[in-house]
């Protein structure tokens, strides 16, 4: 008579270790302790980096559009995208950062935005600068911006990284190199594109970059 196969437990430290924690009721509930930005809606100043302090911030002023379509190419209207980056000297403002470069008494370097009802977005920042890894091969992170699509919950969140055409260390970027293809590597890398000023927007050089969501071109996440 054959024997039934042990259960499968996953690997030994990816058990539980602590029973289930019990969430307050609402549907809401589980969200609260997702890392989000503000607790407030989204305002248009939320989108713009530059103006969240009483000073400029110091650095190259640029926006960055596009559109968040799906695996067809249709836009997804009114989703929260977030932004997170170093300033333009290669440090966030957080303190688990070690680089000793300034910090900008001006620039927080996070903020978020709703798409429109075409998927479209746009963020005004402070191009960010590139940083050292602290590795023994002297290693640096290319200039990138940090991105989160919300989707319809917190537990659809997909997060990835942008980066700027023509910067010398793109050859070089080991997370940018995680992604699987060439094809890949180029949908996380924005183009430069003169346009006229966004109403309401501060003079910047323009940035393009879409996301795309799933299907065979997608916007791919680095590991």
Not at 193 to 207: D, I
Request: glycine share 8%; proline share 14%.
């Amino acid at each position: 008579m054959p024997t039934s196969p042990p259960l499968y437990r996953g690997l030994p430290l990816r058990q539980p270790t602590r029973p289930p924690f019990l969430l307050p009721a609402g549907p809401e509930s589980a969200e609260l302790y997702g890392p989000v930005f503000g607790h407030t809606d989204v305002t248009p100043l939320d989108s713009d980096l530059t103006r969240h302090h009483p000073g400029t911030p110091i650095g190259e002023r640029i926006t960055v559009t596009g559109r968040l379509l799906d695996h067809r190419g249709h836009p997804v209207p009114h989703q929260l995208l977030e932004l997170w980056q170093a300033n333009a000297a290669g440090r966030y403002a957080h303190q688990g950062d070690r680089h000793d470069a300034p910090l900008d008494p001006h620039f927080t370097g996070a903020g978020r935005a709703l798409t429109d009802a075409e998927g479209r977005y746009a963020f005004t920042t402070i191009k960010p600068g590139p940083y050292p890894l602290g590795t023994p091969d002297h290693a640096w992170r290319a200039a990138h911006l940090h991105f989160s699509v919300f989707g319809r919950a917190f537990t659809q969140r997909l997060v990835t990284q942008m980066y700027f055409e023509g910067d010398p260390l793109l050859a070089h970027d080991s997370v940018l190199h995680a992604a699987p293809s060439a094809a890949a590597r180029r949908s996380l890398v924005a183009t430069c594109t003169p346009a006229p000023l966004l109403p309401g927007r501060p003079p910047s050089l323009t940035y393009h970059w879409n996301i795309v969501l799933g299907g065979p071109s997608p916007t791919v996440a680095p590991a």
